[in-house]
């Protein structure tokens, strides 16, 4: 039995767009103090997982009925620790230990230290595999169907993994299984269209037998509006495709910000960048 598959935001979407706010100026804050990179993966995503922890996933209930997610693109996890504690999911003290020796946050996701997340996270091109084996074996058991969710990277799109799972997720009609590609246009050492070419990600999922759109990923209205529609077809799984950016001017569209940590000065200049502007 397939759970309720509607978008039903419990915030207004200016107070979403606010705790995004919130969520990148911690974050930017974190990497500085921290000295730890992959930020501009990290800050891409935020209104994606504002929308999926704030308004789109059912995480209350017993185990067998709330919703999964999966963050494939484990480098990206400083801010899914962030939304975490703002969705009450771990406490807030944990986040100024990010990155350090010991932490429960390392810089990629560990399932032994932080037992909230499904799977650890680190080599690319894994959690479509888990996600759609997770859904599978539920289905075998007869168990309830709950919705499962994966954030990849684009870069991570180059893994064949990815396409494996693709296939199997289509064949077995796993309409309850919800891919969204932090489509940022950036891999760790080029830009995506330099490295495999002008692929269009969306052609690329529908030909692999799913029902696929492509959106503005910092637009929440936009992310709202498309998991609302989610499955987009009945019997196929779905994939978002969210073309996003850092939202800091300065960064954007920049290779170098995949590893490099802001200064004082630019954490400074970052933060003022994200004040919303004046009436």
Same mark, same amino acid.
């Given at each position: ?210 029902? $696929? ?25 779905? $994939? ?40």
């Amino acid at each position: 039995m397939s759970m309720a598959c509607t978008a039903n935001p419990s915030l207004p979407v200016g107070k979403l767009e606010e705790l995004a706010r919130e969520i990148r100026g911690e974050c930017l804050t974190l990497a500085h103090q921290s000295g730890e990179g992959h930020l501009s993966s990290s800050l891409c995503q935020i209104e994606l997982l504002t929308a999926l922890y704030f308004a789109f996933m059912n995480l209350s209930g017993t185990q067998e009925q709330r919703d999964r997610f999966i963050l494939s693109k484990g480098h990206g996890c400083l801010s899914w620790y962030v939304a975490l504690a703002k969705h009450g999911d771990i406490p807030a003290e944990w986040l100024s230990s990010y990155a350090r020796e010991g932490s429960p946050l390392p810089n990629h996701p560990c399932k032994h230290s932080l037992p909230v997340s499904i799977t650890s996270a680190g080599s690319l091109g894994q959690g479509l595999g888990i996600a759609t084996g997770i859904l599978y074996g539920l289905r075998l058991k007869r168990e309830l169907e709950p919705r499962c969710v994966v954030l990849m990277g684009d870069g991570e799109c180059n893994e064949g993994s990815v396409w494996e799972s693709a296939m199997f997720a289509a064949a077995q009609k796993l309409d309850n299984l919800l891919a969204i590609v932090d489509n940022n246009g950036i891999q760790a050492v080029g830009k995506s269209d330099e490295i495999m070419g002008h692929t269009d990600l969306s052609e690329k999922f529908r030909a692999f037998g799913w029902d $696929a759109v492509t959106i503005d990923g910092n637009s929440i209205p936009q992310i709202l509006e498309t998991l609302t529609r989610f499955p987009f077809t009945k019997g196929k799984p779905s $994939a978002i495709i969210a073309r996003t950016r850092t939202m800091v001017p300065f960064m954007d569209g920049k290779v170098l910000w995949h590893y490099r940590v802001p200064s004082a000065e630019e954490l400074e200049t970052a933060l003022q960048d994200l004040q919303p502007s004046l009436p």
